[in-house]
């Protein structure tokens, strides 16, 4: 019977030893790479603010690419970046913003009323709009995304900016699992510059 | 000792430590190391780097660590599968026509399936709290399951052993008061974990000490119903262990360890509330309490033993 405890007791802590190893090795997992700084940019908000890549300075951003005529995956994407808004409402240093590549059709109104169907109402999701080249060339160069055939072209990826305007990671954003990395790795962001 | 015997035990010891494995995924926060189910992106063997990942998925998504913590939690899912494929085998050959033993096994082997069911429908759900804590819950019942059909059959080969110990009648209730508690607790602290990460999610810059405060009366009803279980195993062990006449050994040991490991369940609880949410003792939080669930349906079997022996 002792013999049977002992056994039992070093197998339990062999477990626990395991274990803690296991969990340190997960938690130090969820490091978040460094891609690029965000390249200058200076574009217009629906609000025909203007907004530039230093808007993005001392906050985490997640930014989309999209077009308010879109029937294919955009939707998706509008309807995943409205449940960021929504659930990081209480989050001052989190902001959202989309980019349209439809600047023929999606003016500073067009994306008004677009935020303002979208339950925006507030300066934590804005909406960009400039030339057609600009826009090519912040996402082809800026951003290292396919460009070509805009609108109908255009990458379904949310991207992580930090607060250092920094690229950090990318995330498809019509995917249900991806969203859930990309909070994880959002609230991590958020809680570093906190500290 | 019988070959069922021997793999009761097997599949017994093995789904304990699945139910460390499973804690780990979760503390770990790996349950969505592979998005997809049963292979790891598309891969029987898990990617072990980035360009091992085929096309179609959002390279976001992998984080090796996680992966491989999921995948050990799916791979010894199928070896303890396996375990109590052949022990209901066994069962079928030594045990056909003794119902109480055979029914326990091929349960819990219907069980065993809907658990691996149950894995696909976390991943497809990306990790519903409802299906996590009925994940855990069925799992805790294959383990009763399978320990009263280990220690029936002990008890049909050996039906003396509980022949001289006397132990108050009607305790019946009792033993499944204790057991209903027990499992109530561990949904309620299931809840308490999901809980703190429902409000995290709103909340993502608040320390966990200030949301485990946030969740008020969950955590009290948690914390009552424990020292509920401390005074009903307090009063079984003083009816089995001082009010019966000749307790097995079995039985006094049984009856006191519960009372102790449910002391630790106590301390590791505080613990967690006052200190800080530590992972590693979430984890073992977790793992007693299915221990002490084992045990008392060592310690109901015994004494039911004992009953039938003075029918």
Redesign the interface.
Same mark, same amino acid.
């Given at each position: 019977m002792n013999k049977i405890i002992i056994y039992i007791t070093l197998a339990v802590f062999l @477990?626990?030893l395991g274990?803690?190893w296991?969990?340190q /090795?997960? =938690?130090s997992? &969820?490091d978040i790479p460094l891609v690029k700084s965000v390249p200058v940019f200076e574009f217009k908000t629906q609000d025909k603010i203007l907004f530039s890549n230093k808007d993005l300075m001392g906050k985490i951003t997640v930014l989309d690419f999209m077009f308010t005529l879109c029937a294919g995956p955009c939707p998706v994407m509008t309807n995943n970046m409205t449940l960021l808004y929504r *659930? #990081?409402?209480?989050?001052d240093n989190a902001q959202f913003v989309s980019i349209t590549v439809d600047p023929s059709n999606d003016n500073e109104d067009v994306l008004k009323q677009y935020s303002i169907a979208n339950g925006v109402n507030d300066n934590r999701w804005q909406f960009l709009t400039s030339d057609i080249d600009s826009i090519k060339k912040l996402k082809r160069d800026g951003f290292m995304l396919y460009a070509d055939e805009l609108p109908q072209g255009h990458a379904i990826k949310f991207i992580l900016i930090d607060q250092n305007g920094k690229i950090r /990671? #990318? &995330? *498809?954003g019509t *995917? /249900?699992?991806?969203m859930?990395? @990309?909070? =994880?790795d959002? =609230?991590k962001l958020? /809680?570093e510059i =906190?500290k | 000792m019988n070959t069922f015997r021997i793999f009761s035990f097997i599949s017994t010891g093995l789904t304990f430590i699945l139910i460390f494995v499973g804690g780990l995924v979760r503390v770990a926060g790996a349950g969505m190391g592979c998005p997809d189910w049963p292979k790891c992106f598309d891969r029987w063997i898990p990617p072990i780097s980035l360009e091992q990942l085929p096309d179609h998925i959002d390279p976001a998504k992998f984080n090796i660590v996680l992966a491989w913590i999921e995948y050990s939690n799916r791979l010894f899912g199928a070896v303890v599968g396996l375990a109590i494929t052949i022990t209901s085998y066994l069962v079928l050959k030594y045990y056909n026509d003794i119902p109480r033993i055979k029914w326990p096994v091929l349960i819990a082997f219907f069980l065993t399936l809907v658990e691996g069911w149950l894995g696909s429908v976390l991943v497809d759900t990306v990790l519903n709290p409802f299906t996590i804590t009925l994940h855990l819950i069925l799992a805790l019942i294959i383990v009763m399951l399978l320990i009263f059909a280990a220690q029936e059959s002990y008890y049909y080969e050996n039906p003396n052993s509980e022949s001289k110990s006397q132990y108050p009648q009607g305790l019946k209730w009792m033993f499944g008061l204790l057991a209903g508690t027990l499992l109530i607790e561990v949904i309620l602290g299931t809840e308490i974990r999901g809980g703190l990460e429902m409000i995290r999610k709103d909340n993502p810059i608040v320390d966990s000490q200030f949301l485990i405060n946030m969740l008020g009366p969950f955590k009290y009803i948690h914390s009552i119903l424990g020292f509920f279980m401390t005074g009903l195993s307090g009063y079984l062990w003083y009816c089995l262990v001082r009010k019966s006449k000749h307790p097995s050994k079995m039985m006094t040991q049984t009856s006191s360890l519960i009372l102790g490991l449910i002391f630790i369940q106590i301390f590791m609880g505080e613990l967690l509330v006052f200190l800080d949410v530590i992972q590693l003792i979430q984890l073992f939080h977790m793992w007693v309490a299915s221990w002490i669930i084992g045990l008392v349906m060592v310690q109901y079997s015994a004494w039911n033993q004992s009953q039938l022996c003075h029918e």
């Open positions: @477990l626990g274990a803690s296991v969990i /090795k997960a =938690n997992s &969820y *659930d #990081y409402e209480n989050v /990671k #990318y &995330y *498809d *995917d /249900k699992a991806s859930a990395v @990309l909070r =994880n959002l =609230n958020i /809680k =906190n | -």
